[in-house]
């Protein structure tokens, strides 16, 4: 079978083939007709590297590479875009390899027969056949099969219960099944903890959550602040208040800061009452 070359619709408004008529000084038609017959080429030896000779004979490497239709690799020079197109004739000749010596085969004895002809032999040759009745084999008596139990129908066994987990669920009174994924994340990370965190040190940071933390404003510690502040349970040390943020109310700041943001304000109302240095007592300042 002879290579045979389609030109696509796409190739007609290329950009790159237009640029290459222009570095080769002709035209995008020209260009058109010298890709053709490079095409051509790849599909007759079912691949898209070329020698460089053989590219050089019909075009300009340097023009065809500059142009993006071609790239230059060690082992000559590779059409881009030929890939994938070219590979029904090297297809259809390795499948004629495999089918050729059937066919000619049928070839010497005058065709493929047809279908009809064929079903008239077998037909034929069933009459010929004498009409003796077939023997019949005795029954055998039928053996019950032992029944294998597939292992995947097999019901799972129930996990075992997590204490931790459970502790979790019932400090930040979340839903296990849809919080399942966090609360197991929380879980692990606290049982690499040396020595890991018992079901009962987690009990104990939701019974003593705002003696622990102050400032926070939930009712009861999410998943996460659970995780950061746990250690507080070990070290039964009470933690100050954060830092007032840039911007907070008055309000934000002594509902954050409680007891010791009223300490400061007392202190400085006492320093306002004492006289400066130099002056007497009751005099104006």
């Known amino acids: 079978m002879a290579a045979s ?14 640029m290459l008529g222009v570095l080769l000084g002709t035209s995008r038609y020209d260009a058109l007709g010298r890709l053709a017959y490079l095409w051509r080429q790849c599909t007759a030896m079912g691949k898209d590297v070329l020698e460089k000779e053989l590219v050089e004979h019909h075009v300009k490497i340097e023009a065809l590479v500059k142009s993006g239709m071609a790239e230059k690799i060690d082992e000559g020079v590779r059409m881009k875009g030929a890939r994938g197109r070219i590979e029904w004739l090297a297809n259809k000749r390795e499948v004629g390899k495999k089918v050729g010596p059937k066919g000619a085969r049928y070839g010497g004895l005058g065709g493929r027969p047809k279908e009809g002809a064929v079903t008239a032999a077998k037909g034929k040759a069933r009459k010929d056949q004498p009409d003796t009745p ?11 099969e032992p029944s294998v139990e597939d292992p995947a129908k097999k019901p799972r066994a129930p996990r075992p219960r997590n204490e931790v987990f459970d502790a979790i669920v019932a400090v930040t009174l979340l839903d296990a099944t849809t919080a399942g994924d966090l609360i197991g994340k929380v879980t692990a ?9 018992t079901a009962e040190e987690v009990h104990e940071f939701g019974r003593r959550f705002h003696e622990f933390c102050p400032w926070a404003k939930n009712p009861v510690p999410t998943p996460s602040f659970l995780q950061q502040n746990i250690g507080l349970v070990r070290t039964k040390a009470l933690p100050t208040a954060p830092p007032a943020q840039a911007g907070s109310s008055l309000a934000d700041e002594i509902k954050r800061n409680g007891n010791e943001f009223l300490k400061r304000m007392a202190e400085l109302e006492a320093k306002r009452g004492e006289p400066e240095k130099g002056g007497q007592h009751g005099e104006p300042r």
């Open 5 to 18: 070359v389609r030109i696509e619709d796409e190739a007609f408004s290329d950009t790159r083939i237009e």
């Open 189 to 197: 990370v606290l049982g690499k903890a040396n020595p890991p965190y």
């Open 134 to 144: 077939a023997p019949v084999s005795a029954p055998v008596p039928a053996t019950a």
